[in-house]
């Protein structure tokens, strides 16, 4: 038999047509009903739709119907010989008919319109750190003013989490980077004869550039993406809200502490980095360019001024209240669902790597201008 | 394919974790074509009992029977083809943050049925229709709907299949009265006009008053009752007697 015939059959006399429906109306056939109803022809004919044959009728199959015959231009005159299931389906649907046809066309915008809608996104983005940052400092001075207001506890627990737990990540990333860098320089300065300045680029890149550079990315995907988690988590379970109703600041309560410990917590950080990164050149020194830990300590002594340690460590105060301004603002900022947490954290550590990288450029330039 | 098969059928079950026992032998049948409320205290393994009855969480023993196909020993074709016959309303939706209302309908159609391109977008509408959403609802995210839009959302997505079956956790719990009884007219109209046998976990005297068939229910891992709720309140039982007492207290 053939799909056709097998599912409706169109027949028409005197000015009247009837369609008579047979077999299994279900949405797994729905295609080949679909092809049958095209196949039998509509007609603008009254239509009188006889169900005699039906063995089961579902709404998506009864929707295809009605779309179809209404396509036609039919009118359905009356249903014949359906039992009363399959009656209250065909009824259920046609009352919704109306609701299936409203088609909601996703706008579409051009190149420049998007260009330009994100040049907005951006400032309202920008606006929004401003802001936030303003309040932060507005809600630091309260703390340095009333220092009780501090929450210790809170304070301390962010500490442990952002600076003690990642000193494993940092030392081990920052010695490799020393041993590359002890290879890197050793090569050219071998040609030279010139082996001993590898402790001075050494030295001083590591504690100026590298070391700060490479902590606060480490320290940006780690706590800065932690602190957009957990405040958005906190934000969609309305926690942030209680402490609100609770006469409590989220500002002091979560804010605060988070952006002290992370400023506290980078520099030291980039210390360990730096001792770390020339560890790391030491370890190589010795057997790959003849240079004694003896002679690499005394070098380090005399050559690397102490301003380029403290350049690297005002540095990495800065990278680490941007990180913390950013994480903290992002988790605030995510809509109600679960996945703008994820957009947010995303959005965070990209934000915090670009701006680290900005800012060193910014340093950079500063301090060639200003001599140190 | 059984089409003789009871919708569903829980035969002693038995469910533990670890020391504490949640279910202690419970077993009964729900015929095609019913709405059935399963109540109970909070803790009683009301949300236990569906999550094994859709094969979320393996009982410790009993046997489940699902439109006569057997939930825990059924191959994992058997029980793909058995999960587009039953559909089942999270409590707060468990819609998918990402998709929009109209995406999320749509996802089981194009994942388990093939729909005629042209024919895609209205059964969508039709599904979101059914459940009683207003057409604006299709283009919006889950996290601009309120509660009960989301509940309705849920609804329409667990209707996209044309289930035989129905679960329903806690669908009245959140909402306001109006909107809970607007509800309660919805699951009998699913029941009544389309056919679908509907079970649900209720803690809403007023549904399970207004609409359910038969109630169940459950305590300390027991059915303790089983049939039409005007004989279930004579059961004599405290939990339900102060169950069913604060009803007799509000209207005097």
């Known amino acids: 038999m053939d799909t056709q015939h097998h599912f409706c059959r169109l027949e028409q006399r005197e000015g009247r047509a009837t369609l008579f429906l047979a077999g299994d109306w279900r949405l797994q056939q729905l295609a080949e009903i679909d092809a049958a109803l095209a196949a039998a022809g509509m007609t603008a004919l009254p239509l009188t739709l006889d169900g005699a044959g039906l063995t089961a009728l579902d709404t998506a199959a009864a929707l295809a119907l009605l779309r179809r015959t209404a396509e036609g231009g039919a009118g359905i005159d009356g249903l014949a010989n359906f039992n009363a299931s399959h009656t209250r389906v065909i009824e259920a649907v046609r009352g919704r008919l109306l609701d299936t046809v409203s088609e909601v066309r996703p706008v579409h915008h051009g190149p420049l319109a998007l260009i330009g809608m994100h040049v907005i996104d951006f400032r309202g983005l920008m606006e929004g750190h401003l802001s936030f940052f303003g309040r932060s400092a507005a809600a630091l001075g309260d703390v340095a003013w009333r220092p009780r207001t501090l929450r210790l506890k809170e304070l301390t627990a962010q500490f442990e989490q952002t600076c003690i737990k990642a000193i494993p990540v940092v030392v081990l990333v920052t010695f490799l980077i020393g041993v590359v860098l002890a290879y890197l320089f050793g090569m050219q300065a071998e040609k030279y004869g010139a082996n001993i300045l590898v402790v001075d680029a050494v030295a001083i890149g590591t504690c100026r550039e590298l070391s700060p550079i490479i902590v606060a990315v480490i320290v940006a995907g780690r706590s800065g993406a932690a602190f957009t988690a957990q405040l958005g988590t906190m934000l969609l379970t309305e926690e942030i809200d209680a402490i609100r109703t609770l006469g409590l600041s989220p500002m002091q309560v979560l804010v605060i502490p988070r952006f002290v410990a992370l400023v506290v917590a980078l520099p030291l950080l980039v210390f360990v980095g730096d001792i770390s990164g020339m560890a790391g050149a030491m370890t190589v020194a010795n057997p790959l360019l003849d240079i004694t830990p003896t002679t690499f300590i005394e070098r380090v002594h005399a050559e690397l001024s102490i301003d380029h340690v403290w350049v690297g460590l005002v540095k990495a105060a800065v990278f680490a209240a941007f990180i913390a301004i950013i994480g903290c603002r992002m988790g605030m900022t995510v809509s109600r669902d679960s996945r703008s947490i994820g957009i947010n954290t995303t959005s965070t550590v990209v934000q915090c790597i670009v701006s680290v990288i900005l800012l060193d450029a910014f340093f950079a330039i500063l301090f060639q201008e200003l001599g140190i | ?252």
């Open chain 2, 1 to 252: 394919m059984n089409a003789a098969a009871p919708a569903i059928e829980v035969d002693s079950i038995v469910t533990r974790f670890g020391e504490q026992t949640v279910h202690d032998g419970v077993s009964f049948t729900v015929p095609r074509g019913q709405v059935v409320g399963v109540i109970g205290g909070s803790g009683s393994g009301k949300s236990v009992l569906v999550r094994e009855i859709i094969g979320l969480l393996q009982p410790t023993s009993g046997r489940i029977r699902v439109l006569g196909t057997d939930v825990w020993s059924a191959s994992e074709e058997e029980m793909a083809a058995l999960r587009q016959r039953f559909g089942m309303m999270f409590q707060d939706g468990a819609l998918f943050s990402s998709l929009t209302v109209e995406q999320n309908v749509a996802t089981p159609l194009i994942e388990h049925a093939r729909v005629p391109p042209h024919l895609l977008g209205p059964l969508v509408r039709l599904r979101i229709a059914l459940a009683g959403l207003p057409t604006e609802a299709a283009t919006k995210m889950p996290s601009e709907l309120s509660g009960g839009m989301r509940k309705r959302a849920a609804i329409a997505r667990a209707l996209a299949l044309e289930p035989e079956v129905l679960f329903l956790d806690e669908p009245t719990s959140g909402l306001d009265p109006i909107t809970a009884r607007a509800f309660d007219r919805l699951v009998r109209f699913l029941c009544d006009d389309l056919g679908l046998t509907v079970l649900l976990v209720t803690h809403d005297l007023d549904s399970l008053l207004g609409i359910v068939d038969r109630a169940i229910v459950l305590s300390y891992g027991k059915v303790i009752a089983d049939g039409p709720v005007k004989e279930v309140c004579r059961v004599d039982d405290p939990w339900l007697q102060s169950y069913f007492h604060v009803r007799r207290m509000l209207e005097g």
